[in-house]
């Protein structure tokens, strides 16, 4: 009785508690990196030999790093990742490729901006949740403050990118032209002067 009384004191302790939080946030955003990763290689082979396939290319191997990134946080942080949600993650992103577009058979334009978008915030989502793991950091976490800062300045860059190019399939939709200049919105994200691509040497988690 006694063991269990322990035990049970152990599960509701406020540290169990900030544990239990983290796993979940954690595991909720790896489901949500893991439906950005499927979109986004989805969306580079649809506009592979259009002027936004090579943008596209690139972001798709850097997200998938970012889901990396993540999984190797949360083995730092000693959180489990739960694949059922990551499943189910999944597959609500394939569900969405049912959303309307405007025609019954074949690729809309819309889509296009739909697809965009969508994207666009998944990866300020992603930016979030940097910005929240740089403050864990920062409270003696055993993660690398420079580390994860290489990762938000990449999430401001892939953001900007999204955005010129939701610009330009806005403007072909809706306009019958292209939209933003084709260097719009491109220096938001280099601001903190990161490198074309910042984990191309991979840190360790642990400080």
């Known amino acids: 009785?006694?063991?269990?009384?322990?035990?049970?004191?152990?599960?509701?302790?406020?540290?169990?508690?900030?544990?239990?939080?983290?796993?979940i946030y954690l595991n909720d955003h790896l489901?949500?990196?893991?439906s950005g990763v499927?979109?986004?290689r989805r969306m580079a082979?649809?506009?592979?030999?259009?002027?936004?396939?090579?943008?596209?290319?690139?972001?798709?191997?850097?997200?998938?790093?970012d889901r990396d990134s993540l999984r190797e946080i949360m083995t730092a942080l000693d959180v489990?990742?739960?694949?059922?949600?990551?499943?189910?993650?999944?597959?609500?992103?394939?569900?969405?490729?049912?959303?309307?577009?405007?025609?019954?058979?074949?690729?809309?334009?819309?889509?296009?901006v739909l697809?965009?978008?969508?994207?666009?915030?998944?990866?300020?989502?992603?930016?979030?949740?940097w910005r929240s793991l740089r403050t864990l950091a920062g409270t003696g976490a055993p993660l690398d403050p420079a580390a994860v800062d290489r990762l938000l300045d990449r999430a401001e860059r892939q953001s900007a990118v999204l955005e010129r190019?939701?610009?330009?399939?806005?403007?072909r939709t809706f306009a019958g032209g292209a939209g933003a200049p084709a260097g719009a919105g491109r220096g938001r994200g280099r601001s903190?002067?990161?490198?074309?691509?910042?984990?191309?040497?991979?840190?360790?988690?642990?400080s």
């Open 1 to 23: 009785m006694e063991t269990h009384a322990h035990s049970t004191e152990a599960r509701s302790s406020p540290a169990a508690t900030r544990q239990r939080l983290l796993t």
């Open 31 to 34: 489901a949500g990196a893991g």
């Open 38 to 40: 499927s979109l986004i």
């Open 45 to 65: 082979r649809t506009q592979r030999g259009t002027p936004a396939g090579p943008a596209l290319a690139e972001l798709a191997g850097e997200i998938a790093e």
């Open 80 to 112: 489990p990742a739960r694949w059922p949600g990551v499943i189910l993650g999944r597959l609500a992103e394939k569900a969405a490729r049912a959303k309307p577009n405007g025609r019954l058979a074949g690729r809309s334009p819309l889509s296009d």
């Open 115 to 129: 697809e965009l978008e969508a994207m666009r915030l998944g990866v300020e989502g992603k930016a979030s949740l």
């Open 165 to 171: 190019l939701r610009v330009d399939a806005v403007g």
């Open 192 to 206: 903190r002067g990161s490198a074309r691509h910042p984990l191309s040497r991979r840190p360790g988690w642990a």
